[in-house]
């Protein structure tokens, strides 16, 4: 994130550290906030144990900092120097640094970053009895929890932190808690006793040479399930303490003081006069005999623990792969998703169970269909290793997430809802899972079940552009307007390249009917990253709905050869087909419109009515387009009940042009208006309480 300098506080007249923020990142206001976040946070903790902050400096697109100069070297560089510590300096670095975490956490700041680098030790020392001080460092991964729900998770839509020492849950899920930087400290104590970092470790190297109770305490707080690791910092002090006092007891390792006097004396306290008897000689060679077997038997074992080392350390080298592949999809341009697959398909040659990956790499391919016309072969990918990551763990709430989403662009909503629950029941608080939920609550009809979930998203965290996207697609249609552009204008701060945000905007223009804008829209969306599928189909719409039948056709012809089914899922519920037929209709070819319409309607046959209103307000069209009117409005009406709300496109639409005036078409659209202030009011209320899975059972609406 940043850059530190030695320099030199011209008003004091001493050395101070200057971070500044990389260059690269400068113009970013998701990695500016990071950085502020960090100076902001070490600046609000005072505490011996932590380096202090004491100047932010902003200067147009400029960030730094200034804190206190450390004269020393962090804990990496120390052990990298020495070698491996000794356990009663070890100890009291790790109680040092258990302090600092102490006073972060009764912040409710989580660090979730601590590792050797982040530890400085400091040759200017606090107390007379300690070598160094220990100092903890570079709070830009820092999350804050609520006072209370001490003990409450955090967790991101990609993996944060450095895998060596992160917590399993943090590798697994992304979720972090006051445990996870216990944890993250007890790999920085195994680091000093052994000299290597954790995936370099063998096993049976990691114990040797260190005392009984230091090896109880390491164990503790590295333990796999949270609830066996110390609770709180406070509780870990006090194990440090009576480590340390039993260390000090024992005469600071494992061997007792007898034997060690053996040893340094030649190994043996026998007198040398005295003479070996037969059965002693014969137990001298059984034991040589053992010792060889022993030697043996014990390089066959390294050899097995080597393997698992090795294991070990391409797991964690996947577990990196795959996080770089959700930091890549989660930037949304087709560049990126190369990236993305690349990444996840190193993670897979690397560590084929993992689960991770596979649904990575599902949604993926997902995205590649759905965002980059990647077209069927990209969805049958999809579906193919997100059925790969379930099967490997059935308990894992990613693999939901990839498998709802594909079921979503397949048009099976209420199983693509059923699968979004299921994530969010096993990870409560995976703000992805609540996007995903809250999107297809909206794409269904009922917004004001949607809302909610966005809205819990950007509280949990405020930077999450797909939270604050989601809020304003269930704005929009609530008829929210103005709102929903507040929130779209929200994700362009934070990331001025989300096409989704800009495409949101056109969307409402679009409905506004202010076409010439929605073109300026479009402009500025396809400079953004030209050729997009979601701006393509906007653009289109712009076109059908302004009367510029000419370039619509144009345009629908281009989509349709990128995807022939033609996703109706998107902006207006319009199948690429049926705006064609409706094209060439006007044109004059009714030959081509009405094969256009036969193919369509093939496709429609075998939808279910349950699965949404898209297909069926598609077809209400289509029948207006084939002149057959009463069936348009019974299935018009048909589309409302199922969950069709968007009544200010129906208005735009050229396609119902022939019952726009019918009293019954009026009638309606003002019913459409009017549930549409109700279900406003109602997102209301839902809002002012932050939703639990239990409230939102997946079930069709009822009207």
Not at 15 to 38: C, D, H, Q, S
Not at 184 to 213: N, W, Y
Not at 280 to 302: D, E, P, Q, W
């Amino acid at each position: 994130m940043g850059i530190t300098y030695k320099a030199l506080d011209t008003h004091l007249g001493r050395p101070a550290a200057l971070k500044v923020i990389n260059a690269r990142y400068i113009g970013g206001v998701e990695a500016r906030e990071r950085f502020l976040r960090e100076a902001r946070t070490a600046a609000s903790l005072r505490h011996v144990n932590i380096a202090s902050v004491f100047h932010l400096g902003l200067e147009e697109e400029n960030c730094f900092y200034a804190m206190e100069y450390i004269v020393g070297e962090t804990l990496e560089e120390c052990v990298r120097r020495q070698g491996k510590l000794p356990s009663v300096a070890a100890l009291r670095i790790v109680a040092q640094a258990a302090r600092a975490l102490r006073a972060a956490h009764s912040q409710c700041f989580v660090h979730r970053d601590i590792k050797p680098t982040n530890i400085m030790l400091s040759t200017e020392v606090e107390h007379a009895d300690e070598e160094v001080t220990a100092k903890l460092i570079d709070f830009g991964l820092v999350k804050v929890g609520s006072d209370d729900n001490w003990l409450s998770r955090f967790c991101d839509s990609y993996f944060a932190g450095t895998p060596q020492y992160a917590s399993p849950e943090q590798l697994n899920h992304g979720l972090a808690d006051v445990r996870s930087d216990i944890y993250s400290l007890g790999m920085c104590l195994r680091f000093m006793l052994t000299g290597r970092h954790p995936q370099k470790s063998a096993p049976e190297d990691e114990v040797a040479d260190i005392p009984a109770p230091v090896t109880a305490l390491l164990a503790s707080m590295t333990a796999t399930d949270q609830a066996l690791r110390p609770q709180t910092a406070a509780e870990l002090i006090r194990q440090i303490q009576d480590c340390s006092k039993r260390v000090s007891d024992e005469g600071h390792g494992p061997l007792t003081p007898t034997v060690e006097r053996q040893i340094k004396a030649g190994g043996s306290t026998r007198p040398a006069n005295e003479k070996k008897s037969f059965g002693g000689k014969m137990m001298i060679a059984v034991v040589c005999i053992c010792a060889l077997l022993a030697m043996f038997l014990c390089h066959a074992f390294a050899k097995n623990q080597k393997t698992a080392s090795d294991k070990t350390e391409d797991f964690l080298q996947s577990r990196v792969l795959c996080a770089q592949g959700d930091e890549y999809r989660n930037k949304y341009t087709t560049e990126d998703n190369q990236k993305a697959v690349k990444r996840y398909t190193e993670a897979i040659a690397q560590c084929p169970e993992l689960a991770d990956a596979h649904a990575g790499l599902a949604l993926a391919y997902w995205q590649k269909a759905a965002r980059y016309g990647g077209g069927a072969d990209a969805m049958d990918r999809a579906i193919e290793y997100a059925r790969r990551a379930i099967a490997i763990a059935p308990e894992q709430a990613k693999a939901y997430e990839a498998l709802g989403l594909i079921r979503w662009q397949q048009g099976k909503t209420w199983e693509a809802l059923t699968q979004i629950r299921r994530a969010i029941e096993l990870n409560p608080q995976g703000t992805q899972a609540m996007h995903y939920f809250s999107t297809m609550w909206t794409s269904v009809g009922q917004p004001q079940l949607g809302l909610p979930w966005a809205r819990k998203v950007v509280q949990i965290e405020p930077t999450n552009t797909s939270g604050w996207k989601s809020a304003a697609d269930a704005s929009v249609d609530l008829c929210a307007d103005r709102q929903a552009e507040l929130y779209y204008r929200r994700c362009l701060e934070i990331n001025p390249r989300m096409m989704a945000a800009h495409c949101g905007l056109l969307h409402i223009h679009l409905l506004e009917g202010d076409f010439t804008q929605a073109q300026q829209d479009f402009a500025t969306a396809n400079a953004v990253d030209p050729g997009l599928l979601h701006p393509l189909i906007l653009k289109a719409q712009i076109e059908l709905f302004s009367g510029n039948y000419a370039a619509a056709e144009a345009t629908y012809r281009r989509l349709l050869a990128m995807d022939r089914n033609g996703a109706v899922n998107y902006y207006g519920g319009i199948s690429y087909l049926s705006a064609l037929a409706f094209l060439r209709q006007q044109a004059g070819d009714l030959t081509e419109s009405q094969a256009l319409l036969d193919e369509v309607c093939q496709k429609y046959t075998a939808q279910d009515d349950s699965e949404g209103p898209l297909h069926i307000y598609d077809l209400a069209a289509i029948r207006c387009i084939q002149g057959r009117q009463d069936d348009a409005l019974i299935l018009l009406n048909k589309a409302f009940h199922t969950g069709w709300l968007d009544h200010r496109a129906t208005q735009l639409d050229p396609r119902f042009l022939a019952i726009r005036a019918s009293p019954q078409f009026v009638s309606l659209m003002e019913e459409m208006s009017a549930h549409t202030d109700q279900m406003r009011e109602e997102a209301e209320r839902r809002c002012a309480d932050s939703p639990t899975i239990a409230a939102y059972p997946v079930r069709p609406p009822v009207r």
